[in-house]
Nanobody, 120 residues
Framework: QVQLVESGGGSVQAGGSLRLSCGVSGYRRYCMGWYRQRPGEERERLASIGSDGSTMYADSVKGRFTISRDNAKNTLYLQMNSLQPEDTAMYYC????????????????WGQGTQVTVSS
């Protein structure tokens, strides 16, 4: 049974930083990603990281967010800098069983999400 648990969300002022974590039980070297969903909108892929450490980013977060993984700790991270009010959303991590570099595919597992709120 694969379980993903996000943490690290919270409230921050514009220009601030947060680091999200996603602990993975039943871990193996999944292809992993971070997503977010604003109310009334589709879930948006932000970044992904392959088992080889290769990464991909959405244009909306490139240069501000950094995805990383610590395989020894079974944990995925998202470092978020220069946060803006439009970054306010529920953030989710996702694991997929296969990938070509950072292009993930295969069976999908989701965490329950962690809320990030950025005030101006």
């Amino acid at each position: 049974q694969v379980q993903l648990v996000e943490s690290g969300g919270g409230s921050v002022q514009a220009g601030g930083s947060l680091r999200l974590s996603c602990g993975v039980s039943g871990y193996r070297r999944y292809c992993m990603g971070w997503y977010r969903q604003r109310p009334g909108e589709e879930r948006e892929r932000l970044a992904s990281i392959g088992s080889d450490g290769s990464t991909m980013y959405a244009d909306s977060v490139k240069g501000r967010f950094t995805i990383s993984r610590d395989n020894a700790k079974n944990t995925l991270y998202l470092q978020m800098n220069s946060l803006q009010p439009e970054d306010t959303a529920m953030y989710y991590c996702r694991a997929r069983t296969d990938g070509a570099g950072a292009a993930c595919y295969g069976v999908s597992y989701w965490g329950q999400g962690t809320q990030v709120t950025v005030s101006s």
